[in-house]
């Protein structure tokens, strides 16, 4: 049984493919979305690609922050000065990874009515830009400047924030409602004449030099006893191995044990089939002949 032909056997009774490759990879390994559904018309062949499977870019290499780029997400992430190189997991994982996870599971309800597959083709520049519709709308509407540091949740506002501690350590603001808004005043004994009027974009820079030198004198630990928990939506900021320790996340058992590796717990939970998390990954090859022995073919 040659290779191929033991790739044809595994689509025949596939409910999903997924094609990670540039456009026309697969076609040139004969295993075009044409030739697969003859031979399994409910197959959801799933692609993912980074600037989709057609247009002038289709071709072209990138990464997660090259889609960022040109989706207009990149230019809206960071300080006044420059964009911030953020983590890939806004193109790749999010506006690649998870939206064609949805349009798969989209194809699939479909296929219960039809009784049809279909291709989903997942860009991360298509999926960058659908993240950013908010914002989008905003700008439209005259409520978002382009300019970084200049609006209510990149960083212009005092209180959507981050500042330093006194211990070189960080602590995030968060509290845009007027009910959390009030509860961070008073907890920080604030000038409630200073700080009135939220929405004044005029005083914000006072306000965060303000707010900026008050987080400067006490340890994160301490504002985080202080403020933590009390409805002001203020939280420590936190790396990795912070995370893993950190009480309140034990108590959710937000992270998990296994086989001795620490990973974070299976999401979203599910109140009658709840989530299981999966094995370690295998080494290379190590199911080949669990899946020949299911496709019944014979041993040479």
Known sequence: ??????????????????????PGVMEKFGFSPKILAERNPGLVYGRITGYGQTGTLSD???HDID????SGALSAIGSKDKPSVPLNLIADFGAGGMLLLNGILAALLEREKSGKGQ???AAMVDGAAQMMSLFYGYMQAGFWSVNRESNLIDGGAPY??????????FIALGALEPQ????????LKLDKKEFEDPLNAKKWPVQKERLARIFKQKTRAEWTDLLFGENSCVAPVLNMKEAIEFEPNKSRSVFIEQQGVIQPAPAPRFSRTPSKAGKLPEKYGLDTREIIQQLKIPKK
């Open 67 to 70: 889609y960022l780029a040109i």
């Open 160 to 169: 959507y924030n981050v500042y330093e501690t006194k211990d070189g350590k």
């Open 1 to 22: 049984c040659s290779s191929d032909l033991l790739v044809l056997r595994l689509i025949d009774t596939a409910d999903v493919l997924i094609d990670p490759y540039r």
């Open 60 to 62: 072209f290499a990138g």
């Open 119 to 121: 291709v989903v083709d």
């Open 180 to 187: 959390f808004y009030q509860r961070l005043i008073d907890l």
